[in-house]
């Protein structure tokens, strides 16, 4: 990418975001910051607990989210955020205009599998029908790119790269 950009790692539960934002960050040379971190105590503990999130509980992690991207502007950065509806994008991209999103796809046998393996994660598989439900996927006319989350951790953030590129161009 030739100037550095501000990319928003969406994708419902499970899709690798924690694990590829870190990878894609540093292939692309800039900070990464995870996206459950800005979420405030009440959202961690209602998705615990197995109950969805609605978008009043969003908000505020949204601009949370939003500010961090206006402050990498023109710098770069990569941040994962779930970003499932179209109205989570437009809020994120109000406070971060030039921000890119890499939808991270797979189908929902992959997904599931992934998170029955993965340890110490507050999000439960009971929520993924309801990610999956809520997702709108990325329109024609948003900044973006969609990459499959099938393979390894490196085809993955290969693919995710070589995508930002062409996106770039």
């Not at 502007?73 to 991209?93: H, I």
């Amino acid at each position: 990418m030739s100037t550095p950009q501000v990319v928003v790692l969406m994708g419902v539960t499970g899709t690798g975001k924690t694990t590829i934002g870190p990878l894609l960050a540093a292939e692309l040379g800039v900070p990464y910051a995870e996206g459950d971190d800005f979420h405030p105590p009440a959202n961690i503990a209602k998705m615990s607990a197995g109950i969805p999130l609605g978008d009043a509980d969003r908000w505020p992690w949204l601009d949370a989210i939003g500010q961090w991207a206006n402050s990498r502007a023109g710098m770069g950065g990569v941040v994962s955020c779930s970003a499932l509806k179209r109205a989570y994008r437009d809020r994120l991209r109000a406070a971060a205009p030039d921000a890119v999103f890499l939808h991270l796809t797979g189908d929902r046998a992959l997904i599931e599998r992934r998170m029955t393996e993965r340890k110490g994660h507050f999000m439960p598989t009971a929520l993924l029908d309801s990610q999956f439900a809520t997702l709108q996927p990325l329109g024609d006319d948003e900044a973006g790119v969609a990459v499959d989350v099938s393979g390894s951790t490196e085809e993955i953030t290969e693919r995710a790269v070589a995508a930002l590129r062409r996106l770039d161009q």
